[in-house]
């Protein structure tokens, strides 16, 4: 019998380093928020990617906030977003009673599509509005047409935050995700490409970084202000990273090399053994990119006969885990009032049970299948997932 195989699991050093980290925090009995794991890990980071600062947090979705606020977000703003992504990406435009305006993507890129973004802000420079900022995210590990976008944002003056939870260590001209942007955030949950055991970093690019860095540490703590009592003249967060997380994060980071490696092993056994699969095309990756693929991800024709769902249903019985691609924010309930920009002219819903419409990123949801990436995976698990797939392609 075959052993289950993940999407993505949590994958330890094979030297045992965050063991190690965890058990110098509890010597020193540095349990709880703060400590030098933490110093330690946002120090590394900021040498791996080249920020100028990094401010280690509770999750992504805690630093996708902060990095709002950060930029001035408030109440009744407009904010860009990107529509093909986890939801976690908008909801912290909520939590500040902002607007967002969800974006479409690309083919190329699957991410946001700088056309449909330039549209975006032609149509409300007619009604006298600006969005006070620009979400980009880079899916599954794919960089997004970041010179464009950047350009864009620069031309209209917005600040542009980066979600590159899924893509940390993906490299676009020799410059890390996450750094392109005003802002970036990362994301160390547990199926990330590294983990903490749950846990974010906000990566701030902004010339008054410093500023911006103090301001970020001050709202995470509860806003609490250099008094001897407790002294509060803003709303805080309880968002600050523990020292014990840290210490597993800072183990991760280690072996990120490693996991990247492997990760791109499997993205490229795929493409070797699927790859002349009749109406099967890979996720496109931008030259000039060293990508992470964090998720390798296809897309199956519309009109061919294997549908996402019948492989998804396959891969599950032969104990092996997939997904869908990410349901486009656009079409989903809870942002249903929300504006879309495409370049696409005619919208409508190509499947009533998911609610997929005609726009591209519609099609890639419609279309899209995440394939098992799990740095644990065996050639033996690699090579039982492709014979399941080739036989559903063969008709057994
Ligand atoms: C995982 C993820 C997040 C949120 O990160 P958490 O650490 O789980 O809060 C945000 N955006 C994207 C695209 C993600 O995949």
Redo the contacts with the bound molecule.
């Keep these: 019998m075959e052993q289950h195989i993940s999407l993505a699991s949590p994958h330890m050093s094979e030297e045992g380093y965050e063991l190690e980290y965890i058990k110098e925090a509890f010597a020193t009995n540095m349990i709880a928020a703060l400590g030098e794991h933490v110093t330690e890990l946002e120090k590394g980071i900021v040498n791996l990617t080249g920020a100028k600062k990094a401010v280690a947090l509770s999750?992504?979705?805690a630093a996708?906030h902060m990095a709002l606020k950060a930029a001035g977000i408030g109440q009744g703003d407009i904010v860009f977003c990107q529509s093909l992504?986890?939801s976690?990406?908008a909801n912290p435009i909520i939590y500040e009673k902002a607007v967002p305006v969800f974006i479409d993507s690309d083919m190329e890129s699957w991410n946001m599509c700088p056309k449909a973004l330039e549209l975006a802000f032609q149509k409300y420079e007619k009604i006298g509005k600006r969005p006070k900022a620009v979400i980009v995210?880079h899916?599954y590990g794919i960089c997004a047409h970041i010179d464009e976008i950047v350009e864009i944002c620069q031309n209209y003056k917005v600040p542009l935050i980066e979600?590159a939870?899924?893509s940390l260590g993906t490299i676009y001209h020799g410059q890390h995700t996450g750094t392109f942007g005003d802002y970036g955030i990362i994301?160390?949950?547990g199926n990330?490409i590294i983990t903490s055991s749950?846990g974010?970093m906000l990566l701030i690019n902004t010339e008054n970084a410093d500023e911006r860095e103090a301001k970020v540490r001050y709202w995470s703590t509860q806003a609490r202000e250099p008094r001897r009592w407790y002294q509060h003249t803003e709303i805080g967060y309880n968002y600050r990273m523990g020292n014990i997380v840290a210490g597993i994060g800072r183990g991760q980071l280690q072996v990120l090399d490693r996991r990247i490696a492997k990760k791109r092993e499997i993205f490229a056994y795929y493409q070797k053994h699927l790859g002349d699969l009749e109406g099967l095309h890979f996720m496109p990756i931008l030259e000039g990119t060293r990508s992470n693929c964090w998720l390798t991800s296809i897309l199956i024709d519309g009109n061919f006969n294997v549908k996402p769902l019948d492989l998804i249903e396959v891969l599950e019985k032969g104990d092996v885990e997939s997904r869908p691609i990410w349901k486009p924010l656009h079409l989903q309930p809870v942002f249903k009032e929300c504006d879309f920009v495409s370049t696409v002219e005619e919208i409508f819903c190509v499947n009533a049970e998911t609610g997929a419409d005609t726009s591209i990123s519609g099609e890639i949801f419609h279309n899209g299948v995440c394939l098992p990436s799990d740095t644990k995976m065996t050639e033996a698990d690699l090579e039982y997932v492709c014979k399941i797939i080739t036989d559903l392609w063969r008709g057994k």
């Design positions: 999750a992504g979705t996708m992504t986890f976690a990406t995210v899916l979600d939870a899924e994301s160390f949950n990330k749950g974010g």
